[in-house]
């Protein structure tokens, strides 16, 4: 695993050493696992993994925003934003309880 950070080799390496499968079909089946996660969100449908957590798309709508530097009000345009809401058990894993 790499220093810090968990990438898709990494998974896709899980994934070899606890099943057994090749190292190209681990990272097939992990690129398809995320294509049809991303494909979901695109098409505008949360995505729940249960004991992990919630990808909430929310839409906002357009509001004034304002510069800091200069005070001038500006429009601030309507836009689609992802979330991510961690389900309870990974909080507790998380914070170690």
């Not at 099943?19 to 494909?39: K, P």
Request: net charge positive; no cysteine.
């Amino acid at each position: 695993m790499s220093a810090g950070t968990l990438t898709r080799a990494d998974i896709a390496s899980r994934i070899n050493q606890q099943i057994g499968l090749s190292r190209n079909e681990s990272a097939a089946i992990v690129e398809s696992i995320l294509d049809h996660m991303s494909d979901a969100l695109a098409a505008g449908q949360n995505v729940k993994i249960s004991g992990f957590g919630t990808f909430v798309l929310r839409d906002k709508a357009q509001r004034i925003g304002r510069n800091p530097k200069t005070g001038v009000e500006v429009p601030i345009l309507p836009r689609r934003v992802m979330t991510f809401r961690a389900s309870q058990s990974m909080r507790a894993r998380v914070a170690g309880k």
